[in-house]
């Protein structure tokens, strides 16, 4: 018995043997078709076993290769069955998909291959839902443009000659895990596509992303390891040349990217194999297109009639660009005028293109055979070089590049972090902080045309250009603005995105971004001459910083940016289908010579970064909020940008500022700590409101809805009588904050902020200097102001309840902002909670007969409880200008007492005692800013030691002190008379 027979018979006694089923059954229920050996060895019992009714088989087939330890698999047959070719290239848990169609017939006059590739990455492949209005995909973003772009240059090459038929490439990425950039695989993926179809098409390629960390390169990185990596190279090629270059770099140098592409080309080769191997298995045989060539007996007529004044035209070098395309078009519509006379309908037809082709025979083999040049230059000769900064000096960075007769201007804007672009891309940074865009309207190169939304050839040039300069942009720490750069195109005769290289990097010097050193850029062409049957080289030339026409004619389009150090971005788009490595990298070397020679002019013009404030540069302030209040901030964004004219953006924790002035800088940010409010500092200048006006001051809102006390002593240096003669209600003031009471109450001044009145003798003193301002010191209460000595303990106060407090070091109490009605309140006792009338403090008025003096002469009982300090309603407090409350009223004139040094007490009563009162007091302690006075029946209170005053006291020292005011706890504050 057979094999064959033996797996049958198996299948079917099954239940018998009890063998396992999963052996015997095909996954999925379907027919797998595998590669090689797998195939042949799949079992055979399916094919007996039909599918149960309904079910539906899908034929698909599957190749999977390793390429640098990552699985990838190609997959056909499964999804979009109906289109021409269809892939779904698989690397991890990243899909994509890749099909291809073709038109059935081309217009006849059509002399260009239309085609056309689109990329699209829906937001469901990474699970999420669009946050666009209608919740759908918009119009291409600059991604999807710049994937396209990728897959589009090394296939084109690749299509026969004359073939003119419409395709279109879709390729949709189905699902992403984040990890994989999906643009090389769907370049491969679309390589397939077209193995697989009907369509004539010399491939396949391979594309392969090459990364490099720490000096060791690595195939195909992860996103992540890309962030890590100073190279990111895109390489396509044959399976002998090269197809497409795309390099973004962190200053590599010629021979380490060498080194990188050599490694490319060796491994994209690997993705070549399996793309055959799938075509033989599932691939359609090649349709018979219609070609649309030229007869050889009509080119030869049309080469004689134009070849010599075509090379008499080349021949001349003072030609312009317009004058030798105006002097082109002559010989065309002569050779036309000759044909329509002849009646060749077969030419006519083919007559610009054949005319193009003869113009490309006599300027190569000029160039080839004899070395010149259109314009007269050597092979390795750059253009005449013109540059300019600040052009436009009311911008924040401008410059204007020249060379030859391509020009370009480029502004710089700088903006909050707010304004960085938002990236919907399924892999890759959420946001952008640097954005180039490029523009080429049609007046740059003497045409009308519509100007439409975004352009392909706009974006990917832009893009080359971003890369260039975004090596040499300051981390994002050091250099937090968002920053646009803007190429505008003047004029266009060859590599317009290099001149934009050259002229954003001199803008953004130009605007003060700290740029570490110039980058500049330069187009290397290719002219060669090849065997048509087996497309060897025979012969060719590399030609430095070519014109628009030998662009156009030539084979090759290299551009090479980067800086003294290394290449920062490349980009290589070629004309015929491959060219060789070697040449390739023979290229770089007249590169990096024609861009040190830019570099040297650039460098003459602006070397180094202006100063960020000079000019018209924005300021930007980066401040710090708790979560509350950012919240505030965010509800009043709009309010701070319609009233300070700035703009303000928060992210990450931060609220950003952007000022076009300091002026307007400084306007925002006390708009913003008006709103929001800032640490108080004594000494520190404030702008605030007056929110209500009392008799013995003002209450005045500042620093985000906090109020503070402007005392009538505080309102001037010349005597004030009444406050609404100074102030009002709703006036905007800058005051200073001269201290806080123990309430933590602040205390405002506005005669502090007023230039001091110097006396009629100080005006007549032609030699007198001006007086210093002294600082003024806000106190502690007295139970925190702590012993001279600096060596004993810290010192205790005992409350009048009994408990003990240790006496902390002096500092300036944490500012606890209070309201009107809480300074209008008086202190409570701990025990005995008496209610007291609240009152607006009166003026105090002097007294008109002799006033009364109480001097302390009781003794103190040993070990008697001291008795408890009555409170002192509003009315009878003061104020001693420095502890000011709203409980208190200005101290009485000194001219209007009596000699109280001599005046004899009666009845003394520590709980009556009032302003004015003399009595003998001992000193209790001695702190570093004043002094704990004891009184005979055990009442305390303080003296406050004068700036630069006496100090030399002792302890039990007795005292002669008279009662200047109290503070807000009833604590009556003493001057000493003797």
Not at 76 to 90: D, E, M
Not at 140 to 163: A, T
Not at 188 to 210: E, H, K, Q, Y
Not at 865 to 885: C, F, I, M, Q, Y
Request: glycine share 8%; aromatic share 6%.
């Amino acid at each position: 018995m057979s094999m064959v027979a033996s797996l049958r018979f198996l299948a079917r006694r099954r239940h018998r043997l009890r063998l396992p089923v999963v052996s015997l059954a095909v996954p999925s229920s379907r027919a797998a078709f595998l590669s090689g050996a797998a195939e042949e060895e799949a079992p055979l019992a399916a094919a007996d076993a039909p599918p149960p009714p309904g079910t539906k088989v899908l034929e698909s087939f599957r190749e999977e290769f390793e390429i640098g330890g990552c699985a990838i698999a190609f997959e056909t047959g499964k999804v979009a069955r109906f289109a021409n070719g269809s892939v779904v290239i698989s690397m991890d848990d990243t899909h994509v998909l890749a099909t291809v169609a073709a038109a059935k017939s081309s217009e006849p006059v059509r002399d260009f291959l239309p085609l056309t590739v689109d990329y699209q990455e829906k937001q469901y492949a990474q699970g999420v839902i669009p946050t666009t209005y209608m919740r759908r995909e918009g119009a291409p973003k600059e991604r999807e443009l710049l994937c396209g772009r990728i897959i589009d240059r090394p296939i084109r090459p690749l299509f026969p000659p004359g073939f003119y038929h419409e395709v279109q490439i879709i390729v949709n990425a189905l699902s992403s895990d984040g990890k994989q950039d999906p643009d090389v695989m769907a370049a491969n993926a679309s390589s397939a596509a077209l193995m697989l179809s009907d369509i004539p098409w010399n491939g396949p390629i391979g594309v392969i992303r090459v990364g490099r960390i720490d000096g060791t390169f690595f195939l195909n990185p992860t996103v992540d390891e890309l962030g890590l990596s100073d190279l990111n190279l895109v390489y396509a090629c044959s399976r002998d040349k090269t197809l497409m270059i795309d390099v973004q770099a962190r200053e590599i140098t010629e021979r380490d990217l060498q080194a990188g592409m050599k490694l490319a080309h060796s491994e994209a080769v690997k993705c070549i194999d399996p793309q055959i191997r799938l075509a033989k298995r599932a691939g359609k045989e090649k349709k018979e297109y219609k070609i649309s060539l030229i007869s050889d007996k009509s080119y030869e007529k049309i080469r004689t009639l134009s070849e010599a004044p075509i090379e008499e035209v080349f021949t001349d070098s003072t030609y312009g660009k317009f004058e030798r395309g105006e002097a082109l078009e002559k010989i065309t519509q002569s050779v036309k005028a000759k044909l329509e006379e002849e009646n060749d309908e077969d030419s006519l037809k083919f007559l610009s293109k054949a005319v193009d082709t003869v113009r490309k025979q006599v300027i190569r083999n000029r160039i080839i055979e004899k070395g010149l040049r259109v314009d007269g230059r050597q092979l390795d000769e750059v253009r005449p070089l013109y540059c300019e900064t600040s052009t436009y000096p009311i911008l924040h960075g401008s410059a204007l590049f020249s060379r030859g007769d391509t020009q370009v201007l480029c502004t710089v804007t700088l903006g909050a972090p707010g304004d960085a672009q938002r990236l919907d891309s399924i892999v890759g940074p959420p946001t952008k902080r640097f954005m180039l865009h490029y523009s080429f309207p049609p007046f740059s190169i003497n045409e009308v045309a519509k100007r439409g939304g975004l352009n392909r050839r706009e974006v990917g040039h832009g893009t080359l250009a971003e890369k260039a300069l975004l090596a040499v942009l300051p981390p994002e720490s050091d250099f937090p603005y968002t920053v646009r750069l803007n190429s505008e195109v003047m004029a266009s005769d060859g590599s317009t995105s290099m001149a934009s290289v050259c002229g954003g990097s001199m803008a953004l010097m130009d605007a003060g971004i700290p740029v570490r050193e110039h980058v500049a850029g330069v187009s290397v062409g290719l002219v060669s001459k090849f065997d048509p049957t087996t497309g060897d080289i025979s012969n060719y030339r590399i030609l430095t910083d070519i014109l628009g026409l030998e662009d156009h004619l030539g084979d090759m389009d290299f551009k090479i940016a980067g800086t003294r150090k290394g290449i920062t971005a490349i980009q290589l788009d070629i004309k015929p289908a491959g060219i060789p490595l070697d040449i390739i990298c023979e290229s770089l070397e007249p590169a990096r010579k024609a861009r040190n020679q830019i570099l040297d002019r650039m460098d003459q013009e602006i070397s180094t970064a202006r100063a960020i404030n000079d000019g018209s540069a924005p300021r930007l302030a980066t401040l710090s909020f708790s979560s509350d209040s950012l919240r505030k901030l965010l509800f009043h964004r709009k309010k701070i940008e319609q009233e300070t004219g700035a703009r303000v953006s928060v992210n990450d924790g931060t609220f950003t500022i952007v000022a076009k002035t300091q002026p307007i800088m400084d306007k925002a940010i006390e708009k913003v700590e008006f709103l929001v409010g800032r640490e108080i500092e004594v000494g520190r200048t404030y702008k605030g409101i007056v929110s209500s006006i009392k008799e013995y001051g003002a209450f005045v809102e500042f620093n985000g809805g906090q109020q503070g006390l402007l005392h009538i002593s505080e309102l001037s240096h010349e005597p004030v009588s009444k406050v609404s003669d100074v102030v009002s209600v709703g006036q905007v003031l800058s005051l200073r904050c001269i201290g806080q009471d123990v309430r933590g109450n602040i205390k405002l001044s506005l005669k502090a902020t007023l230039p001091h009145q110097r006396n009629k003798k100080d005006l007549e003193s032609k030699d007198t200097d001006p007086l210093p301002s002294q600082e003024v010191i806000g106190w502690a209460a007295v139970e925190n102001m702590p012993s001279v000595d600096a060596d004993a303990e810290p010192s205790s106060s005992k409350h009048e309840d009994g408990t003990t407090e240790e006496a902390p070091a002096f500092s300036t109490p944490v500012v606890i902002i209070r309201s009107a009605a809480d300074c209008d309140a008086q202190d409570v006792s701990p025990k005995k909670r008496a209610k007291v009338a609240k009152s607006s403090p009166r003026p105090y008025k002097p007294a008109s007969g002799r006033q009364e003096v109480r001097t302390a002469t009781g003794k103190k009982a040993s070990g008697a409880t001291p008795t408890r300090t009555k409170k002192v309603n509003a009315e009878e407090s003061g104020s001693d200008g420095l502890e000011t409350s709203a409980s208190e009223v200005p101290e009485q004139d000194a001219s209007n007492t009596l000699d109280l040094k001599y005046s004899s007490p009666k009845k003394f009563r520590s709980g009556s005692m009032k302003l004015g009162d003399v009595v003998t007091a001992k000193v209790y302690q001695i702190r570093a800013y004043g002094l704990v006075l004891e009184l005979s029946d055990g009442m305390r209170g303080m003296h406050k030691f004068e700036a630069n005053g006496e100090k030399d006291f002792k302890v039990g020292q007795e005292l002669l002190v008279k009662c200047a005011s109290f503070n807000a706890k009833g604590i009556p504050v003493f001057s000493v008379l003797d």
